[in-house]
């Protein structure tokens, strides 16, 4: 499943990276600007284009990926979770609420993620890449831990799982036995770990007092992905323990950083403003030395 394309993907990232080597030392503002864009977009489309594929390839292993999915429903039994099919059970009893979270499941997680990439590249550049990074780390360690097999809750009926989407006609997977590599990556949700970025950059970045609301977006997806049984609980609770996480390494790699460049650049801070200022100081304190000194000079008494 992508929202968009693979190969869609991969031709926009090509377009964004001739852009951004063409125009990368252009004397125009907007080409420099445009550049710059041009090789954001070229990366975060190629890791998309990365995850998509890795999805596909993976290495398909269906029984392991349905015990792993029963360890799965037995641990959240015995740590106490609430059963999704508690969720199930209220959203088919109402077919509106049923049809609208299987579509905010399959549709919005991809745009929010890459809408909100273009608001903080545009409006706040300062905060970009700390983010992005930190949204790259994270969707690396979900593909890393995908390849490890578990099964979603729609494929134990046994438990009373429904799937949903089926039910509705609104399914964005293949039958059974197609593509069945990306019906058992079901550890941890990407959806999740994308829609609590999203909050998370909104509230850091945004002055807006209404900002707080974003937080809807990671409780709807939460909602929409236990209640289709799509993920077990503890699919986004290890999303979200993997960006936290991924923010951590982020932002001590980039101390660390600061602190070692500190290290070297501090004896070269003195810009010339500075040192014409530090060379003038240094002549007005020598001055009144100077003088007492040369005061028995005759030449500078003839000269007064």
Same mark, same amino acid.
């Given at each position: @499943?992508?929202?968009?394309?693979?190969?869609?993907?991969l031709?926009l990232?090509?377009?964004?990276l001739?852009?951004?080597?063409?125009?990368?030392?252009?004397e125009?503002?907007?080409?420099?600007?445009?550049?710059a864009?041009?090789?954001?977009?070229?990366?975060?489309?190629?890791l998309?284009?990365l995850?998509i594929?890795a999805?596909?390839?993976?290495?398909v292993?269906?029984?392991?990926?349905?015990?792993?999915g029963?360890w799965v429903h037995?641990?959240?039994?015995?740590?106490?979770?609430?059963?999704e099919?508690? =969720?199930?059970?209220?959203?088919?009893a109402?077919p509106?609420?049923a049809?609208f979270?299987?579509?905010?499941?399959?549709?919005v997680? %991809?745009?929010a993620m890459?809408?909100?990439?273009?608001?903080?590249?545009?409006?706040?550049?300062?905060?970009?890449?700390?983010?992005?990074?930190?949204?790259?780390?994270?969707?690396f360690?979900?593909?890393?831990?995908? #390849?490890?097999?578990v099964?979603?809750p729609r @494929?134990?009926?046994?438990?009373?799982?429904?799937?949903?989407?089926?039910? #509705?006609?609104?399914?964005?997977?293949?039958?059974?036995?197609q593509?069945i590599?990306?019906?058992?990556s %079901? @550890?941890?949700?990407?959806?999740?770990?994308?829609?609590?970025w999203?909050a %998370?950059?909104?509230?850091?970045a945004?002055?807006?007092?209404?900002?707080?609301?974003?937080?809807?977006?990671?409780?709807?997806?939460?909602?929409a992905? !236990?209640a289709?049984?799509?993920?077990?609980w503890?699919d986004g609770?290890v999303a979200?323990? =993997?960006?936290a996480?991924a923010v951590v390494?982020?932002?001590? #790699?980039v101390?660390?950083k600061?602190r %070692?460049?500190?290290?070297?650049?501090?004896?070269?801070v003195l810009t010339?403003a500075?040192?014409a200022s !530090?060379?003038?100081?240094?002549?007005?304190?020598?001055?009144?030395v100077?003088?007492?000194?040369?005061?028995?000079?005759?030449?500078?008494?003839?000269s007064?």
């Open positions: @499943m992508g929202w968009l394309e693979w190969k869609w993907a031709v990232a090509g377009v964004g001739l852009v951004g080597v063409v125009w990368r030392s252009s125009r503002t907007w080409q420099r600007r445009g550049a864009f041009g090789l954001e977009a070229a990366l975060v489309l190629s998309y284009t995850w594929l999805g596909r390839l993976s290495v292993r269906i029984d392991e990926g349905l015990a792993n029963r037995h641990f959240q039994d015995r740590i106490g979770l609430p059963s099919t508690n =969720l199930q059970n209220w959203i088919i109402r509106w609420v049809r979270t299987n579509g905010y499941y399959a549709i997680h %991809a745009p890459m809408i909100t990439l273009l608001w903080l590249f545009l409006s706040h550049r300062d905060r970009y890449s700390r983010w992005r990074t930190a949204l790259a780390l994270t969707t360690a979900c593909l890393a831990i995908q #390849f490890v097999p099964a979603p @494929m134990y009926p046994q438990f009373g799982f429904v799937d949903v989407a089926r039910l #509705f006609d609104q399914s964005v997977y293949g039958p059974i036995g593509g590599s990306d019906q058992i %079901a @550890m941890p949700s990407v959806h999740v770990a994308w829609s609590v999203v %998370a950059v909104v509230i850091d945004s002055s807006s007092k209404w900002r707080w609301l974003i937080l809807g977006h990671p409780l709807a997806t939460i909602f992905v !236990s289709t049984a799509n993920h077990w503890l609770i979200s323990i =993997l960006l996480i390494i982020e932002r001590s #790699f101390r660390a600061a %070692a460049t500190g290290a070297v650049d501090q004896p070269m010339p500075l040192a !530090s060379s003038a100081l240094a002549a007005n304190e020598a001055l009144p100077s003088r007492p000194i040369n005061t028995s000079s005759g030449s500078r008494r003839s007064t």
